[in-house]
Nanobody, 124 residues
């Protein structure tokens, strides 16, 4: 397992941008697929984006395609989520996750490791 710590959340106006970061500890970071999930108040946790261990494959939920970009820097053991054109419905706590399988992340919302989350609030 890896330990994950998210940062970069905050309050932003609709149409604005934020970049979330997830710092991972452990020497095996490059072996993990990484993902971002979010959970709004009163709703279930949902998949947002995932990236394969090499960074060569990326997946997004339809509602964020064209607005969010996931990336990773294996040398820095960090994964990012660039969020542009934010909408009030993007308001949620965003969680970083790691798993040996990108399909576990994107299809089953399952992960070996989870961060504690960072809150993103988009005002209208």
């Amino acid at each position: 397992q890896v330990q994950l710590v998210e940062s970069g959340g905050g309050l932003v106006q609709a149409g604005g941008s934020l970049r979330l970061s997830c710092a991972a500890s452990g020497r095996t970071f490059s072996r993990y697929a990484m993902g971002w999930f979010r959970q709004a108040p009163g709703k279930e946790r949902e998949f947002v984006a995932a990236i394969s261990w090499s960074g060569g494959s990326k997946y997004y939920v339809d509602s964020v395609k064209g607005r969010f970009t996931i990336s990773r820097d294996n040398a820095k053991t960090t994964v990012y989520l660039q969020m542009n054109s934010l909408k009030p419905e993007d308001t949620a706590t965003y969680y970083c996750a790691a798993d040996g399988s990108v399909d576990s992340l994107r299809l089953h919302t399952r992960a070996d490791s989870w961060g504690k989350g960072t809150l993103v609030t988009v005002s209208s």
